[in-house]
């Protein structure tokens, strides 16, 4: 399980839309977007062209 800072996660945005990120086991989601980012050795991998697409059932 990846764990980010308290402090860190209240300073990071989606890049898409700039909205709240919801943090999962591995990865960071913006449902906004329907978008996830991996976190990998706690280091979140914010680049739109690496996000995947959340799975409808995922994104409500």
């Known amino acids: 399980m990846?764990?980010?800072s308290?402090?860190?996660l209240s300073v990071l945005r989606c890049p898409?839309?700039?909205?709240?990120?919801?943090?999962?086991?591995t990865s960071l989601a913006c449902f906004a977007c329907?978008?996830?980012f991996s976190v990998d050795d706690?280091?979140?991998?914010m680049l739109i062209e690496d996000a995947r697409p959340l799975a409808a059932s995922e994104a409500s």
């Open 2 to 4: 990846n764990t980010l």
């Open 34 to 36: 329907k978008l996830e």
């Open 42 to 45: 706690g280091i979140p991998n």
């Open 16 to 25: 898409k839309c700039k909205g709240a990120l919801n943090p999962r086991s």
């Open 6 to 8: 308290p402090e860190l």
